[in-house]
């Protein structure tokens, strides 16, 4: 019972159209749980129970609104387009314009300095594989993403981290390499994908030519929300 009033609350928060959904720490979904963890606590009998407000300590990353679409490659028709419905950026992001950007899309393997030697990105859409690692947000990916940051090959219009975990749906991912700050991930706009999205992807670009390369619209809108609106409570 108490498990599904609480399942409950996060299947409100997907209802109510967040992309980010669930009982995120420090919404208001997370609150209505306490709130409830509260007046539970009191109606088995317990009398010294307080609720503490916690701030969050650092601003938190809030995705307002996305899109990645192929909107061409070899083999399309005039105006096909495809959609990856399960790609998501679960931190912190740049944005795009209003509207995103289309650009044309490149691989660079898991962008290992011999794989991005001689490699001009600039403007481009770099579609990045990582490599899982011992941990749930480790992966080889956010040690190349620094890479990318750095500039050396010059500034893409965005990333699409390429993940290898096998059956995933959706994968809450994050960029930016151990301990290299939380804010790494606004260099430039990106998203992660699945492993059968990025397949798919990799097999347009196998046939992609100079006369007729992937392109893709790379859509991200959100926001850093800070400690006035982000909070917690402690019960």
Known sequence: MYLDHLTGISIKSKNDGNLIWGRVQGT??????????????????????RKDKVPARRPLWYLEHFEATVIAAP???????????????????????KGGIASEVIFVGEGTPAELSG?????K???????????GL???????????????????????????????SVVAGRVGAIGGG?????????????????????????????????RMRLDVQ??????DIRYSYNV
């Open 75 to 97: 083999g399309f028709k005039a105006k096909q387009t495809y959609h990856f419905n399960n790609a998501l950026t679960a931190y912190q992001s740049a944005t795009t314009p």
């Open 138 to 168: 480790f992966h080889s990916a956010r040690t190349a993403y620094s890479r990318l940051a750095v500039g050396n090959y010059g500034k893409p219009a965005g990333v699409i981290v390429w993940s290898d975990i096998a059956n995933a």
């Open 28 to 49: 208001k979904y997370e609150r209505e749980a306490s709130h409830y963890v509260e007046g539970k606590l009191k109606e088995l009998g317990f009398t010294d129970v």
């Open 182 to 214: 939380e804010n790494l991930g606004l260099a430039f706009p990106w998203t992660v994908i699945n492993n059968q999205d990025g397949s798919y992807l990799r097999k347009l670009l196998d046939r992609a030519t100079t006369d007729e390369p992937v």
């Open 119 to 123: 490699r001009d990105l600039s403007g």
């Open 125 to 135: 859409i770099v579609l990045l594989r990582t490599r899982g690692l011992p941990g």
């Open 222 to 227: 959100g926001e850093e929300q800070g400690p």
